[in-house]
């Protein structure tokens, strides 16, 4: 499926409603990763109704066990095209069979797509169709092709943030994914983040209540500028590995257990609690100068 206007072309497709290719026509290049294996088979998933991981990748609701793997099931599933015109789509995913067994509520996601001039706005929409509130997380995860250009490196890449910020990064155990409760410095008083992989060599970045609602990716070696803009989300992480050639920007509403979890999903960090009949809504949106 394609969005198209004399700035951009989108390609977007089915499996996980997720957006597979962002063609820069003036640059004549391609903005987002495009999920090749040896580093991630993935472009811009869909984290739904989890994000990042659960202690033994199970959860209890009401004393009943369930099991979800990493960022949920959405990114694994197909949707149905519910609106298509030139410059926007909106793709669904209901509640069925398959997704009571691991997730035991109806719910509908809508996710839309709009292209308007240089910029891409993605917007989730959860809907609450069961008859008791329904408890979930949401996230964005899209890769972003870093460096753009041939002549550069990583480490030529910078992200700017919109205020100035003091971070600290929450650490997660590299081998099960989950918290250990310690932080590290990241940034002090600074709007500047210099990339360097020796940063993900303990997975992603991962910060709690930022001031910023944009951050762009900027290089020191030429005027390229992604311009990435997020609004009211408590979670933000910053991820690659190393040598990989791009690097993903995901605003989030939920984050991944710590080591001292419970288990119970309602006590989950993260979790939204959706009264019936209601919808959650979020967005985020780049746009490429």
């Not at 957006?19 to 472009?43: A, C, H, P, Q």
């Not at 891409?120 to 949401?138: A, G, M, R």
């Not at 996230?139 to 250009?149: T, V």
Request: a negative charge; aromatic letters at 14%.
């Amino acid at each position: 499926m394609i969005l198209e206007n004399e700035y951009l072309k989108l390609e977007i497709v089915s499996l996980g409603a997720e957006l597979k290719s962002v063609y820069d026509k003036k640059m004549r290049k391609e903005i987002l990763y495009e999920g090749t294996s040896e580093y991630w088979n993935r472009s811009a998933p869909i984290l739904f109704p989890i994000v990042a991981k659960l202690k033994d990748n199970s959860y209890s609701i009401e004393d009943e066990k369930f099991e979800l793997p990493q960022h949920g099931f959405a990114r694994n599933m197909d949707f149905k095209v519910s609106k298509k015109t030139e410059s926007e789509i909106i793709l669904t995913l209901c509640f069925d069979e398959e997704t009571l067994k691991v997730y035991p509520f109806n719910f509908e996601l809508q996710v839309l797509y709009i292209l308007t001039k240089n910029e891409v706005i993605t917007k989730y929409k959860v809907i609450n169709l069961d008859d008791k509130k329904i408890p979930f997380s949401i996230g964005a995860h899209p890769g972003f092709i870093c460096p753009i250009n041939e002549n550069e490196a990583f480490e030529d890449y910078y992200l700017e943030f919109e205020q100035e910020e003091t971070l600290n990064r929450h650490l997660l155990n590299t081998e099960n994914g989950l918290f250990n409760s310690k932080t590290e410095l990241v940034l002090v008083n600074s709007t500047i983040l210099k990339l360097d992989y020796s940063y993900f060599e303990k997975d992603a970045i991962v910060f709690r209540n930022m001031k910023s609602s944009w951050i762009k990716i900027k290089s020191s070696k030429s005027d390229y500028c992604l311009k990435f803009i997020f609004k009211n989300y408590p979670y933000f992480g910053i991820w690659t590995k190393s040598n990989a050639p791009f690097i993903c920007l995901e605003p989030w509403h939920g984050i991944a257990d710590s080591e001292n979890s419970s288990g119970s999903f309602i006590e989950k960090e993260g979790i939204n609690l959706l009264e019936k009949n209601q919808n959650f809504e979020c967005e985020y949106s780049f746009e490429v100068n």
